[in-house]
């Protein structure tokens, strides 16, 4: 089935920076696509960013130009470059793969001074 395990959460400041990495094992990553989603404290789960086995990257209009995915199948990991962040990206942040059939346990970030 397979395993997706997320780290690089924290405590950020308004327009710093974090990197979040999602390390898959199990499946063959090349060939699947990887999602971030996050969710805020009472508010609906999102798709924050996509990108596909061929490398297309698709963004939430909320994050655009502040966040970038990148993927590296040889670790077997996608990372999301997370700058400019605001207090409205606090949430807890998944990676999910195979089509929504797997998802890690998620990991927090918080923004805020």
């Known amino acids: 089935q397979g395993q997706l395990v997320e780290s690089g959460g924290g405590l950020v400041r308004p327009g710093g920076s974090l990197r979040l990495s999602c390390e898959a094992s199990g499946f063959t990553f090349s060939n699947y696509e990887i999602s971030w989603y996050r969710q805020g404290s009472g508010k609906e789960r999102e798709m924050v960013a996509h990108?596909?086995?061929?490398?297309?990257?698709t963004y939430a209009d909320s994050v655009k130009g502040r966040f970038t995915i990148s993927r590296d199948n040889d670790k077997s990991t996608v990372y999301l470059q997370m700058d400019n962040v605001k207090p409205e990206d606090t949430g807890v942040y998944s990676c999910t793969s195979r089509y929504g059939a797997l998802w890690g346990q998620g990991t927090q970030v918080t923004v805020s001074s």
């Open positions: 990108i596909s086995a061929s490398g297309k990257r």
